[in-house]
């Protein structure tokens, strides 16, 4: 009797149930729908900004703007996933980010550059969403295998956002005949994809992970009403009982130096090539290897993280985005393959860096509170 209890508690501890399985199989299909949209904004965002503005001086605010917008955005998605599941809080994200996305078509159509910051602002909520998906992929994850869930959804975001970037030139001749602005095109894309994520999302996220885990951890509650699982960062913990309270300052600085790191190179990487007089295709595909640099990688980045620990991956993530910039800096101008590899070395950098600080706070942070804190 006691073998077997034990036995129970095992699987449990490393299986995932068939709830989980479905909700992965659904954000799989909504990711590679929404990703698409992610794409727009880092492949022409600048260069919009550059030929409405007449200069490259202020090509980076697109960046600021959607970086911004999808920090709030994710901070507000947090808080909505807590009270009414993640199914509310990510469809909600994707049709925030489909609206911005219009706006900004319609901003570059009648050429108002306050208008295409605003719009930027709320097509943040996009991008926010994207990220925050990877989150619902670990809530009903067995604490073994949470580094793999995330990266599972991850990895879904790359079919469409390295499809997104390879077909500038097709929504910008779309956008050409409907007569809008070529560089709006990929934001146009933008808006389908966002809306079909969000449609797949409610209509099939059924049940909603995060609502079966909260009421699965109030049916395990102690009889003094408080729950017997506790905030773990591996499964190592959970089974020793052992938490980390410097575990979530531990994550969040982890993310927080990967994306200031992967933002300040990535975003001059359009206005760099086009300098260099390459064409609006070049830019396409760099960022397009750039983009499968930091989202393929992920099942690797997973296992690396439930088999090592998220420290030696954030170690292996600086190492690897040190790489990337010294070789971006030192690329010869002439080279576009010698800038791809920086490009792709800083997308592992922050894939590496993202997957050990995404599973470090999901494993720290308490069900009553997960969602919420995930978002800040």
Known sequence: MTSRAAGSSR???????????RTLAVLLLAQILSGAGLAAGITVGALLAEQMLGTSRWSGLPTV???IGSAAAAIVLGRVSQRFGRRAGLSGGYLIGALGSVGVVVAASIGNVVLLFASLLVYGAGAATNLQARYAGADLAAPSRRGRAVSIVLIATAVGAILGPNLVELTGAVAGSLGVPALAGPFMLAVLAYVSGAVVLWLLMRPDPLLLAQRRAAATASPAGKPTGRPLTSAAAVESGRTWSWALAAGAGIMIITQLIMVAIMTITPIHIEHHGYAIGVTGIVIGAHV??????SPFSGWLVDRFGYLTVAVAAGITLLAAGLIAAWAPVDSVATLVLALVLLGVGWNLGLVSGTTLVTNAAPLATRARTQGV
């Open 11 to 21: 699987v449990s501890l490393t299986e995932d149930a068939p709830e989980q399985r």
């Open 65 to 67: 703007f959607f970086t």
């Open 292 to 297: 499968a640099g930091m989202f393929l990688p």
